[in-house]
């Protein structure tokens, strides 16, 4: 059966795609075949959408953006508000549907991709936490390495463990051409704080190309063999 991960971010510019897309790789590298799933995605130019394309692109599979998300918006607004605007509210049941069909894909991995921060509002009553799937993951935090970013490391792993979520590590990501001041200190603050173990550091590219991007990801701390 194929490990579950779901990725979330500190907020909605910590680098979920990016890092997701190194982690990909890096799997690939491992010999794992990994396939992406990104149910919720919000902003289309020319028909185009950049996360969804780096998907495909870091997982090496012969797919079609429509084959990796449900509920695909135009305007790069909040999903719920696009939601209405479009006429076409997010259901849980066809979350389960395409989340189903991945995990039937034969691959070792299904990465799983979340929009904006982990309290995603999906209506004006639910918010995606409360989609079922999700106690079933292995949830991985994207920590936006910026000011703020021990409260909202900190705020999100705790509330993660409190509501009886799985989060099983945390990357650091440099979200900027120069890492904040006192990178060192924040990272060690994190290793120190967080409830869940560091898995590894992601540098920022001025390019956006997560295949040629530094990172120090250790596949060990998520359970795979170096």
């Not at 079922?132 to 993660?160: D, F, R, Y």
């Amino acid at each position: 059966m194929a490990r579950r991960f779901f990725i979330t971010g500190t907020d909605t510019d910590a680098g979920k795609t990016f890092c997701a897309c190194v982690l990909m790789r890096r799997l690939k590298e491992a010999g794992l075949k990994v396939r992406p799933y990104k149910p919720v995605v919000a902003g289309f130019e020319n028909g185009r959408n950049a996360d969804l394309e780096s998907h495909i692109r870091a997982s090496g599979l012969d797919l079609r953006p429509e084959d990796i998300t449900t509920f695909a918006y135009q305007e790069a607004i909040a999903p719920h508000i696009a939601a209405v605007h479009e006429n076409n509210p997010i259901d849980f049941g066809s979350l389960d549907r395409d989340l189903a069909k991945a995990e039937a894909s034969g691959a070792d991995v299904v990465i799983t991709e979340g929009a904006g921060g982990w309290y995603l509002p999906v209506s004006d009553t639910v918010l995606l936490p409360e989609w079922p799937a999700l106690k079933g993951m292995e949830i991985i935090i994207v920590v936006g390495m910026k000011l703020g970013c021990l409260n909202h490391a900190m705020m999100t792993a705790t509330l993660l463990k409190k509501e009886g979520f799985n989060p099983i590590g945390f990357i650091a990501n440099t979200t900027t051409p120069q890492k904040m001041p006192f990178y060192a200190e924040n990272l060690n603050t994190l290793k120190r704080i967080m409830p869940c173990p560091f898995i590894g550091e992601v540098s920022y590219r001025e390019d956006g190309d997560f295949m040629k991007a530094h990172d120090t990801l250790d596949l060990s701390a998520l359970g795979f063999c170096k």
